[in-house]
């Protein structure tokens, strides 16, 4: 999956460089495979307090939280989690100092976020996120940031909200929606332009529980066939020559990304 996150931003985004913040305890084969296409930057620690209102910050995924903000603010650019596939070019969201993406209605999401360098709207949202950490799932995160974008002025701020249909996946979080994101033909969908939607969130761990795609043969079969948007988006990122045999750690190491 992490290889297709790459893949796909590369070739749609077209950054001047990828990179990529793990804990350094990645050993696939996959993973291997997209290495030479980023710079791999490998965090022990969360740089800072580990605790805050006197709570520890225990939770990988919490410190993600507060490091991709940080990162954000010091570099500026686009956070994307490493299990979203990028469909189309981002150029035409660049001219806004900051954009987020609604998660099916009222709530914004963090799992893709785009700041300018030093962005002030930004540093406003990482204090308050700080503040209202409590070591709740996301209290800080969707919690937080649902609540801090309706006290702003979009136009004075330059903040753009992409609608949940066009920002990082055209359905809703429910198990109709995650479904339908991996089952249903997408051409049949109405609504939807897929010229319009920037990325698509596979949804890690709903990827993986898909009962359709649970062996390596079903996958093939249906990354091949299957009209979904998941699947038109990952045929769409794969390499010329691609084969079933490919799906097997002994034969992965052939696969290069065209230049």
């Not at 939607?197 to 898909?210: C, G």
Request: with cysteine; hydrophobic share 35%; net charge neutral.
């Amino acid at each position: 999956m992490e290889w297709l996150a790459v893949v796909s931003a590369r070739n749609k985004i077209k950054p001047d460089k990828i990179t990529v913040y793990t804990d350094g305890l990645q050993d696939s084969c996959w993973w291997r495979r997209a290495l030479p296409y980023i710079d791999h930057q490998i965090i022990h620690t969360l740089p800072g307090a580990n605790v805050l209102n006197r709570v520890g910050i225990r939770l990988v995924e919490h410190k993600s939280d507060f490091l991709r903000l940080s990162i954000l603010y010091h570099s500026g650019g686009i956070y994307i989690d490493s299990d979203i596939l990028s469909l189309n070019s981002f150029d035409p969201l660049l001219k806004h100092q900051m954009v987020l993406s609604e998660q099916c209605g009222s709530e914004v999401n963090v799992a893709l976020m785009m700041s300018q360098k030093h962005s002030c709207v930004l540093c406003r949202f990482a204090h308050l996120s700080c503040k209202n950490f409590n070591g709740g799932w996301v209290t800080h995160s969707v919690g937080a940031l649902s609540s801090f974008v309706k006290s702003l002025d979009k136009e004075r701020d330059d903040v753009a909200i992409l609608p949940w249909k066009s920002g990082f996946h055209p359905m809703c979080y429910n198990a109709k929606g995650l479904d339908e994101l991996y089952t249903k033909d997408f051409d049949s969908i109405s609504g939807y332009n897929k010229t319009r939607i920037y990325s698509v969130h596979l949804y890690h761990s709903r990827f993986e529980s898909q009962q359709l795609i649970r062996t390596k043969v079903h996958i093939f079969d249906w990354i091949q066939t299957s009209k979904s948007l998941v699947a038109l988006t990952i045929r769409e990122s794969l390499p010329p020559g691609f084969s079933q045999q490919h799906l097997h750690e002994s034969q992965c190491t052939d696969i290069q990304l065209p230049d």
